[in-house]
């Protein structure tokens, strides 16, 4: 059972370097979303989809773009890097928006010098 | 918009009982939900109440009191494995899910 998969794992960027972290899920949910993690702190959601072709702000969404051209598929872009986005980055799912179960990916540790 | 409170930091014995409570403020809320997450790891779903009162799975047990916007997670036989970042989460219709900042619970001999 594949679930949430996320690449890759580890990152290294320079600032105003610009990438794209990967999420898909093989469960057919609904709902996607990024969260990020920082030392010490919760989680923080970046972006959300509750469908293929919608996609909305979540607490942080300076500085990402995502799209949701696919059911399976929900990549996280950052579009020129910064050092205040070092974190670790997790991408989740669920059934549906009103389900309760989220599904998480391993998550990507990202590191901007 | 959500707003959820749990404490920081929960020390407790091995073998002992830990209640690790949550309090929320959240339009449209219909259930809350609790996550586990082990440093390095990702979060994994422990339980889900929609409903007032008591569920329980084995050695864990979550309760709500949506009068009281409140509702708790009481681990029995703690256990060293149990040492980890606990996070109460509040479900509202199609509203994404927002964490709280998390409790973590230090288990010791």
């Known amino acids: 059972n594949a679930g949430v998969t996320q690449t890759p794992k580890f990152q290294v960027l320079k600032t105003g370097q610009s990438m794209t972290l990967q999420c898909a899920q093989d469960?057919?949910?609904?709902?996607m979303s990024w969260y990020r993690q920082d030392p010490g702190m919760g989680l923080r959601l970046i972006h959300y989809?509750?469908?293929?072709?919608?996609?909305d702000q979540g607490e942080v969404p300076n500085g990402y773009n995502v799209s949701r051209s696919t059911t399976e598929d929900f990549p996280l872009r950052l579009l020129s890097a910064a050092p205040s986005q070092t974190s670790v980055y997790f991408c989740?799912?669920?059934?549906?928006?009103?389900?309760?179960?989220?599904?998480f990916g391993e998550g990507s540790r990202l590191t901007v010098l | 918009g959500q707003s959820l409170e749990q404490p920081s930091e929960v020390t407790a014995v091995e073998g002992a009982i830990v209640q690790i409570n949550c309090t929320y403020q959240?339009?449209?809320?219909?259930?809350l939900s609790w996550y586990q997450q082990h440093d390095g790891g990702a979060p994994t779903f422990l339980s889900y109440?929609?409903?007032?009162g008591l569920e329980e799975t084995g050695r864990f047990s979550s309760f709500l009191s949506r009068s009281d916007s409140y509702g708790y997670l009481l681990l029995q036989e703690l256990q060293m494995k149990d040492s980890a970042s606990y996070f109460c989460?509040?479900?509202?219709?199609?509203?994404?899910?927002?964490f709280g900042k998390g409790t973590r619970l230090s288990v010791i001999a």
């Open positions: 989740a799912s669920k059934l549906t928006p009103n389900t309760g179960e989220l599904f």
């Open positions: 469960m057919n949910h609904e709902y």
């Open positions: 989809s509750v469908g293929a072709g919608i996609t």
């Open positions: 959240t339009s449209g809320f219909y259930g």
């Open positions: 109440n929609g409903l007032d």
């Open positions: 989460v509040g479900n509202s219709g199609n509203t994404p899910l927002v």
